[in-house]
């Protein structure tokens, strides 16, 4: 008798730990997904700061300025989509800014300007959290997975309607370069 109760508190307090660390995996994915947004957003919000730097030397960009212009709109309504959805309308920004980026260089004066050169610095610098951001999430997202899929913690994972999650990934292998702004 008492090893038969032994062996169910031993399954029980087994079970109890696969569960914790379920919640703890998707407690993280919850997390790096946040890093994400916090970085995308901060990005977002450099945008206009860039738009009044160009404005003035780019006034035949036209084309240029509005693909940035909408492409920021996209990137901001896609705020609580998917993160496949919201890679697409980020990979989307970030191709947006290397092609100001590039069409930048034609323009000396903006190339000097103060202004821009901070721009750029700032970009680079969210561009590199952005990335740090996808790696931790993508890792969390990993380990989540795993542990849903793997036996025997997919038997609680059905139970409690544990739930692989997305990867942040972006579809273009252009968009996984990070934008150049060296001049």
């Known amino acids: ?5 032994a062996i169910v508190v031993v399954a029980v307090v087994y079970a109890i730990s696969i569960y914790n660390s379920l919640v703890k995996n998707r407690q993280l994915v919850q997390e790096g997904w946040s890093g994400i ?81 901070e721009f750029q610095q700032a970009l680079q610098t969210i561009e590199d959290e952005i990335q740090l951001s996808r790696r931790y999430y993508n890792g969390a997202v990993r380990n989540l997975n795993t542990t849903v899929e ?19 990934e972006l579809e273009n292998p252009a968009d996984r370069a990070v934008p150049t702004v060296k001049f």
């Open 150 to 168: 793997s036996f025997p913690s997919n038997l609680i994972a059905n139970n409690f309607k544990f739930e692989k999650a997305e990867y942040f």
């Open 37 to 117: 947004d916090v970085q995308l957003k901060r990005r977002t919000d450099l945008i206009p700061n860039l738009m009044e730097a160009v404005k003035g030397y780019m006034t035949h960009e036209r084309d240029t300025l509005q693909a940035v212009t909408d492409a920021r709109t996209n990137a901001q309504s896609a705020s609580n989509a998917s993160p496949e959805e919201r890679a697409k309308a980020e990979g989307a920004l970030s191709g947006a800014l290397g092609r100001l980026i590039a069409v930048a260089e034609a323009y000396p004066d903006l190339k000097a300007s103060t202004n821009f050169l």
């Open 1 to 5: 008798m008492w090893i038969i109760l």
